[in-house]
């Protein structure tokens, strides 16, 4: 499983514990950045990241900003990309199960450490359950 992790200036230090636990858990990932804590524009990243995603060079991707819900509306702009905002490892979980998200997101100045770990853990270990979901994921579309 190949994964590819972007942040924008704010998620930039957090970037850091998700690759760490990523090397740790011996997944392999590209930081497609940023690499320094430079003001940057998060939809720069969270579209890079999603591209790759979305063209199958990747198999899933990690986003981060302040909050998450910048990289999480970008990402969602490609086809093709389920991006989810997990705020706890609960939502990490769902995301995966009901609604086979690609990309997970995080916040960087609302979540800690622990979180984003716990979260990372259950999303790698979370099959989507298909059936019942299966039918609703295939008619999230672009309709315009
Ligand atoms: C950057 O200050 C901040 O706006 C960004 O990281 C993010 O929270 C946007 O949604």
Not at 96 to 112: L, P, V
Not at 122 to 144: A, D, L, M, Y
């Amino acid at each position: 499983m190949k994964i590819a992790v972007g942040s924008d200036h704010a998620g930039f230090e957090f970037k850091k514990t998700v690759l760490s636990w990523l090397e740790e858990n011996g997944y392999e990932f590209n930081d497609m950045g940023p690499h320094n804590e430079e003001s940057v524009d998060y939809p720069d990243y969270a579209r890079k990241v999603a591209e790759a995603v979305a063209d199958g060079s990747y198999d899933q991707g990690i986003l981060l900003c302040g909050t998450g819900i910048g990289v999480s509306i970008s990402a969602n702009k490609i086809r093709g990309i389920r991006a989810a905002l997990a705020c706890n490892p609960e939502f990490a979980t769902l995301a995966r199960q009901h609604n086979n998200a690609n990309i997970i997101c995080f916040s960087a100045r609302f979540t800690d450490k622990a979180t984003i770990e716990q979260s990372l853990q259950n999303w790698f270990s979370t099959e989507f359950e298909g059936g019942r979901h299966e039918r609703r994921v295939n008619k999230i579309e672009p309709c315009c």
